[in-house]
């Protein structure tokens, strides 16, 4: 028999992603729907252990939905690591009553909420919330599609002085061990090369790819380069070792770093934030614990959350293909 739920809580952990407070607003406004109880701790499993939380009601998460961040604050707890600390967690969530839990985050908040989950048997949904879209059951995660629009804007905002300076210039995107930002924003942006920790493009061929272009005729260059990619040490190096190759380049290095966790949320990860905030408040309802709510081909399916953290999404071969055809 399903235990009837009366209370939630939610919390925002890891990296902020833009999208995280219209998930927030979505679970919030979900459960005064269906007549639930709702609460969010701030600064995610840390603000578990010290019972710092606040009443989330449908009139306090208004005009929330169109703002970066995340309300309920974020942080990474060492505490929560701890045996001593779950207890403590453990603790203030059955003194407060709460019943189950929404993890909005990204790996590492949910391998918490699966070691928690084994330890008190406490029900929990994760929702994926991060730009990196490195979590495999979805085609898309909170925060990535603003993010890679940040992405692009900034980029094309970089070719025009590459264009009027004849320069070679080297974006670094965000992406951690993930090629997404930095391929897709590549191909969006018309980026000569692209390089991803997926892909070893290799320093020579990347040589070869820019000795190219400028027999071509092109003045200017653009390699779009994800943080987690080893062609180098780091963007810098890398740049270095080719302007001492190609000294007729001016080579230039433009790190675009945290402004594309900033930020207004576009459309598209409002719309996905209100589906996933919705659909996990009424899996738990269902009694579903465990899983991860997921966007794949357009509907909401959820996976084993275990599973989701294991693995990770593929990079789309045929978009790698797609931008060698397109850098001649």
Same mark, same amino acid.
């Not at 925060?143 to 940040?150: E, I, K, P, R, V």
């Given at each position: 028999?399903?235990?009837?739920?009366?209370?939630?809580?939610?919390?925002?952990?890891?990296?902020?992603?833009?999208?995280?407070?219209?998930?927030i607003?979505?679970?919030?406004?979900?459960?005064?729907?269906?007549?639930?109880?709702?609460v969010?701790?701030?600064?995610?499993?840390?603000?578990?252990?010290?019972?710092?939380?606040?009443?989330?009601?449908?009139?306090?998460?208004?005009?929330?939905?169109s703002k970066?961040?995340?309300?309920?604050?974020?942080?990474?707890?060492?505490e929560?690591?701890?045996?001593?600390?779950?207890?403590?967690?453990?603790?203030?969530?059955?003194?407060?009553?709460?019943? #189950? &839990?929404i993890?909005?985050?990204?790996? +590492?908040?949910?391998?918490?909420? @699966? %070691?928690? $989950?084994?330890?008190?048997?406490?029900?929990?949904?994760?929702?994926?919330?991060?730009?990196?879209?490195d979590?495999?059951?979805t085609?898309?995660?909170?925060?990535?599609?603003?993010?890679?629009?940040?992405?692009?804007?900034?980029?094309?905002?970089?070719?025009d002085?590459?264009?009027?300076?004849?320069?070679?210039?080297?974006?670094?995107?965000?992406?951690?061990?993930?090629?997404?930002?930095?391929?897709?924003?590549?191909?969006?942006?018309?980026?000569?090369?692209?390089?991803?920790?997926?892909?070893?493009?290799?320093?020579?061929?990347?040589?070869? #790819? &820019?000795?190219?272009?400028?027999?071509? +005729?092109?003045?200017?260059?653009? @390699? %779009?380069? $994800?943080?987690?990619?080893?062609?180098g040490?780091?963007?810098?190096?890398?740049?270095?070792?080719?302007?001492?190759v190609?000294?007729?380049?001016?080579?230039?290095?433009?790190?675009?770093?945290?402004?594309?966790r900033?930020?207004?949320?576009?459309?598209?990860?409002?719309?996905?934030?209100?589906?996933?905030?919705?659909?996990?408040?009424?899996?738990?309802?269902?009694?579903?614990?465990?899983?991860?709510?997921?966007?794949?081909?357009?509907?909401?399916?959820?996976?084993?959350?275990?599973?989701?953290?294991?693995?990770?999404?593929?990079?789309?071969?045929? &978009?790698?293909?797609?931008?060698?055809?397109?850098?001649?």
């Open positions: 028999m399903k235990k009837k739920i009366k209370k939630i809580a939610v919390i925002t952990s890891g990296g902020d992603a833009p999208g995280m407070n219209a998930a607003r979505a679970v919030a406004r979900a459960c005064s729907y269906y007549q639930i109880e709702c969010g701790f701030y600064r995610g499993y840390q603000g578990m252990i010290e019972n710092d939380f606040v009443a989330l009601s449908a009139r306090s998460v208004k005009n929330i939905i970066g961040g995340t309300i309920l604050k974020s942080a990474r707890s060492n929560f690591r701890t045996k001593e600390g779950r207890k403590k967690a453990y603790d203030n969530i059955v003194k407060e009553n709460i019943d #189950a &839990l993890l909005i985050g990204g790996d +590492g908040t949910f391998n918490g909420g @699966v %070691v928690f $989950s084994k330890e008190y048997n406490v029900p929990f949904i994760g929702i994926p919330g991060t730009i990196d879209n979590i495999a059951g085609s898309a995660t909170i925060g990535y599609d603003t993010a890679l629009n940040t992405a692009v804007e900034c980029i094309d905002k970089i070719r002085t590459a264009s009027s300076h004849n320069r070679l210039f080297f974006v670094e995107v965000m992406g951690r061990d993930a090629g997404f930002i930095a391929l897709n924003a590549g191909v969006g942006a018309g980026a000569e090369e692209i390089l991803i920790p997926e892909e070893d493009l290799g320093f020579d061929r990347l040589l070869e #790819a &820019l000795k190219r272009s400028k027999l071509s +005729g092109k003045s200017s260059s653009i @390699v %779009v380069v $994800s943080e987690g990619d080893k062609t040490e780091n963007v810098f190096e890398l740049a270095e070792n080719v302007n001492k190609l000294p007729e380049y001016e080579v230039r290095v433009s790190v675009l770093g945290h402004m594309q900033g930020g207004s949320p576009s459309c598209f990860d409002r719309v996905l934030a209100s589906k996933m905030g919705v659909h996990a408040v009424e899996s738990i309802m269902d009694g579903q614990t465990d899983v991860m709510v997921g966007f794949i081909n357009g509907e909401m399916l959820n996976s084993s959350i275990e599973e989701a953290v294991k693995s990770t999404n593929s990079i789309n071969k045929e &978009l790698l293909r797609i931008s060698d055809i397109l850098s001649v």
